[in-house]
């Protein structure tokens, strides 16, 4: 197979929050959907888990309703493992609605938050969900790692790898 037989082969995603764990293995995937018409279209995150063939355990679909997780080894993976009502669990971190406008990267700036909270216990003693995270598996994947910014994914299923690219601004870019 030449490169560009095997650059159509590739998937390629983007998610909004990325978490690896020390290793740089994939913990989780996320996307945060802030438009009302995009609620509850889990269809991207859900085609993630799939590419990826085992190798991302979980991944995240985030709207102004709910907070949805996907675990790999779920039987039915197109079937969420844990459901959170977004107001509920991201209030406290400061989603305020109804707001006027919420854009997708500021809803995922608060699931990072949220997150992060879980990991490090820096704002509450209890993070809203806390319980639930530990029951599927992800508490644990959680603890040890760290969020990724501006990474690009590249998944080939029948080789079963994935590529990481990270971007890092470089000085004067900023």
Known sequence: MNTQELEKTVYRIKPDIVILDSNELIVLLAQAQADPKKQGDTSEVISWLKSGNGAIP????????????????NLNYSEPVCIFNTVDVLTPYGLKLPDKWISNRFLGTLVESWLGDIRHTWKLDNPPGEEQIKAIGLLTLLKDGETQPEVDIKIHSDLKYIVLRYYHPRPGDI
Do not use: G
């Not at 979980?58 to 080894?73: A, C, G, R, T, Y």
């Open 58 to 73: 979980f991944v995240m679909f985030i709207d102004l309703k709910s907070i949805q997780i996907f675990k790999w080894d």
